[in-house]
Antibody
Framework: QLQLQESGPGLVKSSETLSLICTVS??????????WDWIRQPPGKGLERIGS???????YYNPSLKSRATISVDTFKNQFSLKLTSVTAADTAVYYC???????????????WGQGTLVTVSS | SYELTQPPSVSVSPGQTASITCSGH??????ASWYQQKPGQSPVLVIY???KRPSGIPDRFSGSNSGNTATLTISGTQAMDEADYFC?????????FGGGTNLAVL
């Protein structure tokens, strides 16, 4: 059974860098037709996609993050990671990693999701 | 930018049918997915490609998508279905999520 697990500090100081790792178990991160995404949810609010990576290294980032995000993959460890620089209180959120299924007909979906990790940015 | 609009809340009596809508320009030309999120938990996929159910999702969950509206329908709603529901679609290779609907089973 495929499972994703986020890990990293729950508290980050303003202006510093948020770093999270997503460990994938139950399947290889190198599978085709799958991308690996980071999505966040501020407390009490909706979902915002941060970006994604393919096992070969191709990435996509949400333009709204203004180049602050970097996603990388380690196929040997079956992990992918997120770094978000120059964080502010607005980056306080639950951060989820998720597998994105990319069918030939498109209409991608996210399944499964990790349990999520709350990251609070403090001043 | 493309937007998906959901009603903030929907209420339903146990055993009745709940319908949650998601509206967007020509949404019927795209595929819609739906996620269920219970308090303190991560989202769970309940419908993908408009109307397909992942394994393990009860058949009381169904979906449709036409025109400008995608609809998640829950037949014979149970107390365990009380949750937030988010729709999701793609527009020009960008993921768009709806704002979410809180389903209350009263």
């Amino acid at each position: 059974q495929l499972q994703l697990q986020e890990s990293g500090p729950g508290l980050v100081k303003s202006s510093e860098t948020l770093s999270l790792i997503c460990t994938v178990s139950g399947a290889s991160i190198s599978g085709s037709n799958y991308y690996w995404d980071w999505i966040r949810q501020p407390p009490g609010k909706g979902l915002e996609r941060i970006g994604s990576i393919y096992y070969s290294g191709g990435t996509y980032y949400n333009p709204s993050l203004k180049s602050r995000a970097t996603i990388s993959v380690d196929t040997f460890k079956n992990q992918f990671s997120l770094k978000l620089t120059s964080v502010t209180a607005a980056d306080t959120a639950v951060y989820y990693c998720a597998r994105r299924v990319v069918p030939a007909a498109r209409g991608d979906w996210f399944d499964p999701w990790g349990q999520g990790t709350l990251v609070t940015v403090s001043s | 930018s493309y937007e998906l609009t959901q009603p903030p809340s929907v209420s339903v009596s146990p055993g009745q049918t709940a319908s949650i809508t998601c509206s967007g320009h020509k949404l019927g030309d795209k595929y819609a997915s739906w996620y269920q999120q219970k308090p303190g938990q991560s989202p769970v996929l309940v419908i993908y490609q408009d109307s397909k159910r992942p394994s393990g999702i009860p058949d009381r969950f169904s979906g449709s998508n036409s025109g400008n509206t995608a609809t998640l329908t829950i037949s014979g709603t149970q107390a365990m279905d009380e949750a937030d529901y988010f729709c999701q679609a793609w527009d020009n290779d960008h993921v768009v999520f709806g704002g979410g609907t809180n389903l209350a089973v009263l």
